[in-house]
Antibody, heavy 124, light 110 residues
C-alpha cells in the first residue's frame, strides 16, 4: 500500500535551516506530483509547496517563497523540503502528501494520502 | 483569516444529519473543484470527498459533498461518535496561485 514517511523535524533557532525528507513506497513515485502541507500547533492546514512528478516545475505559498525549496530524487523515491531563514511562525507539523493523478502538471486541492507528519519547532 | 470560510464548530447527536459549509469566491470554489478532509484527534488528515462530491473507496456513504456557485457543503448523516473530528475544505485559488483551505470545523457528537 502507499506509504509516506516524513523525517528531519526538530528544534532550530530563528534564522536557521532544516531539511525535511519524505520517503515514499507502494507506488511509482516518479509518476506523481507531491506536496508539502503544514499545520501550526492548534491551527488549521496550510499548503506549502508542490513539485511536478518529474521535478520540472515547483510552486510555493507566498509565505515561504524565497526561503523554502522543494525537490525530489526519483531514484531514491524521496521528497525533500529545504527550509532556510526559519521564523517562529514556521513552527508546525509538516506533512507530505501525494497528488493522486499521474503525470499531471496542474495543482488542485487533492491530497491522498498524507504522511504522519514531522514536527518543526523554531525557537530561541 | 482563511480564504475559505467554515464555521468553527458544529455538533449533533448520534443518528442526526449535520451539514458543514465552506464559502469561497469566484477565484476558488466558483471555478475549481472542492475537496474535503477529516482529521481525527492526533492524526494526519485523510481525504473524505474529492471533485466536489466523489467519495474515495473506504469512505462510508454517510459522507456526501455538494457545490453550488461559490459555496460547498459536506453532509454527515447517521452521525456516529467516531465522526468527532476536524473537517477542512480545500480548493485551488487563481488569485493566490495556490491551494487554499478553510479554517476547519470541529465536529462534536453530543
Amino acid at each position: 500500500q502507499v506509504q509516506l514517511v516524513e523525517s528531519g523535524g526538530g528544534v532550530v533557532q530563528p534564522g536557521g535551516s532544516l531539511r525535511l525528507s519524505c520517503a515514499a513506497s507502494g507506488f511509482t513515485f516518479s509518476s506523481y506530483g507531491m506536496h508539502w502541507v503544514r499545520q501550526a500547533p492548534g491551527k488549521g492546514l496550510e499548503w506549502v509547496a508542490f513539485i511536478r512528478y518529474d521535478g520540472s516545475n515547483k510552486y510555493y505559498a507566498d509565505s515561504v517563497k524565497g526561503r523554502f525549496t522543494i525537490s525530489r530524487d526519483n531514484s531514491k523515491n524521496t521528497l525533500y523540503l529545504q527550509m532556510s531563514s526559519l521564523r517562529v511562525e514556521d513552527t508546525a507539523i509538516y506533512y507530505c502528501a501525494k497528488d493522486p493523478r499521474p503525470t499531471v502538471a496542474t495543482i488542485t486541492g487533492w491530497f491522498d494520502p498524507w504522511g504522519q507528519g514531522t514536527l518543526v519547532t523554531v525557537s530561541s | 483569516q482563511s480564504v475559505l470560510t467554515q464555521p468553527p464548530s458544529a455538533s449533533g447527536t448520534p443518528g442526526q444529519r449535520v451539514p458543514i459549509s465552506c464559502s469561497g469566491s469566484s477565484s476558488n470554489i466558483g471555478t475549481y473543484y472542492v475537496y474535503w478532509y477529516q482529521q481525527l484527534p492526533g492524526t494526519a488528515p485523510r481525504l473524505l470527498i474529492y471533485r466536489n462530491d466523489q467519495r474515495p473507496s473506504g469512505v462510508p456513504d454517510r459522507f456526501s459533498g455538494s457545490k453550488s456557485g461559490t459555496s460547498a457543503s459536506l453532509a454527515i448523516s447517521g452521525l456516529r461518535s467516531e465522526d468527532e473530528a476536524d473537517y477542512y475544505c480545500a480548493a485551488w485559488d487563481d488569485s493566490l496561485s495556490g491551494v487554499v483551505f478553510g479554517g476547519g470545523t470541529k465536529l462534536t457528537v453530543l
